[in-house]
């Protein structure tokens, strides 16, 4: 089992899907906890390299950007840009809606919105929701994140072609969720999209100052030739990889 080195054990319920953060039919849950960790981890590899940031942060599958949103409310001082894309248009609707929380605007129209249903229903829900979005505004009010984008892209095209003219080069941080399980999968013909993914995301990288984390099932073999395995560790049944790219020159096998 994962032996967590940065994360607490400490409540979260304030980030629950649905209560302040959207929700989106078929997205697949994540624990806050665990996006921490891993978020946490290749902070640090990045520090032990001579990184410290504010680091640009990319999530390929970001589905509703749940996880990339909780990552920008607890890291938000140690993050300049977000980037999030996905190949399923209606869900990036809830993507751009969660990550318009890292905004005053997006957090102030929140805010107003879970007012308003307080004050027509009067529910206990309502104003645990106004609670937790007071807690998180004020996460948000100390980010320093000065570039949002969400896009439409199939990261599984294997080429950079598939994202348009951004990311800018390089993403220090490449954080995704793989496809798996009954709410979601892979929509990609290819017979191993999570490599396709990765050469997508190579150009994008720089050996030294870049780390891939790729959370999966354990149907993934988490490998490639032109990656550098860093870790691999489990969490339930999520295997975790942490990844940095070969330089172009000298390229080796994977461990």
Not at 139 to 146: E, N, P, T
């Amino acid at each position: 089992m994962l032996e967590y080195r940065f994360a607490a054990d400490e409540p979260r319920e304030h980030f629950a899907s649905g209560r302040v953060l959207y929700n989106a039919k078929g997205a697949a849950p994540f624990p806050v906890r665990l996006a921490d960790e891993i978020a946490q981890r290749c902070f640090a590899l990045l520090e032990e390299r001579g990184h410290p940031g504010p680091y640009a942060v990319y999530d390929p599958c970001c589905g509703s950007g749940y996880m990339l949103t909780v990552i920008g409310l607890l890291h938000g001082s140690r993050i300049r840009a977000l980037y999030a894309s996905d190949i399923d248009e209606p869900m990036l609707e809830t993507a751009r809606r969660n990550l318009s929380l890292l905004t005053a605007e997006g957090m102030r129209a929140r805010i107003e919105q879970l007012r308003e249903l307080h004050e027509r229903y009067g529910k206990p829900s309502h104003a645990d929701a106004l609670e937790s979005a007071a807690v998180l505004d004020r996460l948000r009010a100390g980010a320093s994140i000065a570039s949002i984008e969400v896009f439409p892209a199939d990261i599984t095209s294997g080429t950079p072609g598939c994202l348009p003219d951004r990311p800018a080069s390089p993403i220090h941080v490449v954080i995704a969720d793989l496809p798996y399980g009954q709410l979601t999968g892979w929509r990609s013909g290819s017979a191993d999209p999570a490599g396709r993914m990765l050469d997508s995301l190579y150009p994008l990288l720089r050996p030294d100052a870049s780390v891939v984390a790729l959370v999966a099932d354990k149907s993934h073999k988490l490998r490639h030739e032109r990656y550098r395995r860093l870790a691999l560790f489990k969490a339930g049944k999520r295997q975790i990889a942490l990844f940095e790219p070969f330089s172009p020159i000298g390229r080796r096998a994977t461990l």
